[in-house]
């Protein structure tokens, strides 16, 4: 019997951890913004069929030194991503919401994204 409880005990932890099990992809929420510093506002061009720059980027200083830009569009938030305190251009990870539902999934940061099409 002793032999199996390991076994039972990787089985658990991988159904607790979806993004290790492949069942779902995990959500995360935007970070509570009211515990950081605001550092500035900027724009971006998430949007290869509007013209401009159409995304607005909010930077904002964490606590721990962490740096988050969060992205939005037309007042609604679309994305967020985040950087080491030494290096601003250094993205770390990237998460986007997929559904406009405020749950956002990690996507490929080495990828160019663009805003999604339930915000359009």
Partial sequence: MRKFLPMVTVILALAAC???SGAQQQGYRLPDLKS?????TSSSDHASDIPGKETTMDFY???S?????????????????THSNSDIQNTLRVFM?????????????SVPWQLPAWVR
């Fill in 36 to 40: 950081m510093k605001h550092l500035t």
């Fill in 18 to 20: 979806p993004t290790l």
């Fill in 61 to 63: 200083s964490a606590p």
């Fill in 97 to 109: 919401d997929l559904t406009g539902q405020g749950i956002f999934q990690e996507i490929n940061r």
């Fill in 65 to 81: 030194g962490e740096i988050f830009t969060v992205y939005s569009y037309r007042g609604k938030t679309v994305a967020f991503s």
